[in-house]
């Protein structure tokens, strides 16, 4: 299968906890980008990268956020001292140009 | 800023009837795409089409049609014979070209979705 993966593809935590995900995205595409989705809404940009330089980040992304993409490759986005709020779909999409993005399945967070 | 809004919250047709799904969008950019996904039950965001600001051509596919008018800063999408495995989340997207971006844009802003529910 070639195309966009994430895992894990469900994780339960507890408040507090720090979790983190990953993101493997379609291969030689050179931009990535994380999406949070709660229940009812339509995704909501996070973070974006163009090879392994995060360029630019929303202001969705508190401080507890972090996400990487060290080689360019694969990325992870690693959240710390979880809260409730923080339940939900987390997408990320992988893209080779302008104008094209293909999603992976998204990892579903729910913070107990 | 970009928004995009979809008013109709859910729909429910019967198979074969055809539907609507209402966008419409606020840019002050002259240059931009749009964009509409299909989230089935299973979750994973699936493309649909995507169409440039400057192409003024309606489109078809198969059962699929998108009507772009930029005048009243609609994108709609019409399922002609909907059937019960079109049955998903439908969401409506907007794009920056990434010239005018300066190359950090491309970040879709998404709608909030209608949920499109097909019985027999």
């Known amino acids: ?112 | 800023a970009q928004k995009v809004t979809q008013v109709q919250t859910e729909i429910s047709v019967v198979e074969k009837e055809d539907v609507t799904l209402d966008c419409v969008y606020e840019t002050r950019d002259t240059t931009y795409y749009l964009f509409w996904y299909k989230q089935p039950p299973s979750g994973e965001l699936v493309f649909l089409i995507r169409r440039n600001s400057f192409d003024d051509q309606n489109e078809i596919s198969g059962r699929y049609s998108w009507n772009f008018q930029k005048s009243t800063s609609s994108f709609n999408f019409t399922i002609t014979a909907s059937q019960v495995v079109d049955s998903a989340v439908y969401f409506c997207a907007l794009t920056l070209s990434e010239a005018v971006g300066g190359g950090t844009a491309s970040k879709l802003t998404f709608g909030t979705g209608t949920r499109l529910q097909v019985t027999l």
């Open chain 1, 1 to 112: 299968d070639t195309g966009v993966s994430q895992d894990p593809r469900h994780k339960i935590t507890k408040r507090g906890q720090n979790v983190t995900f990953r993101c493997d995205p379609i291969s030689e595409h050179n931009r990535l980008y994380w999406y949070r989705q709660t229940l009812g809404q339509g995704p909501e940009f996070l973070t974006y990268f163009q090879n392994e330089a995060q360029l630019e980040k929303s202001r969705l992304l508190s401080d507890r956020f972090s996400a990487e993409r060290p080689k360019g490759s694969f990325s992870t986005l690693e959240i710390q001292r979880t809260e409730q709020g923080d339940s939900a779909m987390y997408l990320c999409a992988s893209s080779p140009r302008p104008g094209e993005q293909y999603f992976g399945p998204g990892t579903r967070l729910t913070v107990t």
